[in-house]
């Protein structure tokens, strides 16, 4: 079925670690694997995305990688700061041209501890 | 470009009411999606329209409807609310609802039921 899987569901980490939240997806044919933040009390942004045809992308403190025969990918932030604490999702897209939709993991709760 | 906004952004109902949410997409989108967020299930979708077309529906009851309107904006229905409808709820556009398209969130409405 359509299911993506997504851990830890909280996860701290001292300030200046790096974290690692790890997604599994079910459907083979997803091509769009973005990573969200929301913040407290805030919408969803996004943070960073891949597509399926690269295996691994870096924005700053974040990078994000993919392999897609495991069917699986990751968000790596790397030097943690407070303001890096919110819940993160991962999401895959699913479905055919028309009628695509994402797929969300339940999000993981990332601590920043200073 | 003015981001997604949602209205109202807060509602409080009683079970067995009716409630309309309102998204108006940013300019030039044509697709919005509808999740529901609640604690511990993250975001659960809802539908998709495109082009005042659903072409997308998730595992909700009938109770939950939607149409768009040829301005792009969206309304999402829910008849007969029952306490577990308490949510965040979410809506999305995107520029031509294809599926690496990049979804942007609005703020949310925030519904209790009682």
């Known amino acids: 079925g359509e299911n993506v899987e997504q851990h830890p569901s909280t996860l701290s980490v001292q300030e200046g670690d790096s974290a690692v939240i790890k997604c599994t997806y079910s459907?083979?044919?997803?091509?769009?694997f973005p990573w969200y933040k929301q913040e407290l009390g805030k919408r969803p942004q996004l943070i960073i995305d891949?597509?399926?045809?690269?295996g691994e992308k870096k924005d700053q403190r974040i990078a994000v990688t993919l392999n897609k025969t495991a069917k699986h990918f990751s968000l790596h932030i790397t030097e943690t700061q407070p303001e890096d604490s919110a819940v993160y999702f991962c999401?895959?897209?699913?479905?055919?041209?028309?009628?695509?939709?994402?797929?969300f993991g339940t999000g993981t709760r990332l601590k920043v501890l200073a | 470009k003015a981001g997604v906004t949602q209205t109202p952004r807060y509602l409080i109902k009683t079970r067995g009411q009716q409630v309309t949410l309102s998204c108006s997409p940013i300019?030039?989108?044509?697709?919005v999606s509808w999740y529901q967020q609640t604690p511990g299930q993250g975001l659960q979708f809802l539908f998709e329209?495109?082009?005042?077309?659903?072409?997308n529906k998730g595992n909700f009851p009938g109770r939950f409807s939607g149409r768009q309107f040829s301005n792009s904006r969206s309304e999402m229905n829910v008849s007969t609310l029952e306490l577990g409808d308490s949510a965040l709820y979410l809506c999305?556009?995107?520029?031509?609802?294809?599926?690496?398209?990049?979804?942007?969130f609005g703020p949310g409405t925030r519904l209790t039921v009682l």
């Open positions: 300019s030039g989108h044509r697709s």
């Open positions: 329209y495109f082009s005042e077309t659903q072409r």
């Open positions: 999401a895959a897209s699913i479905g055919a041209s028309g009628t695509y939709k994402y797929i």
């Open positions: 459907d083979s044919a997803s091509n769009y």
């Open positions: 999305a556009s995107s520029f031509s609802g294809r599926a690496s398209d990049t979804q942007y």
């Open positions: 891949i597509r399926s045809n690269v």
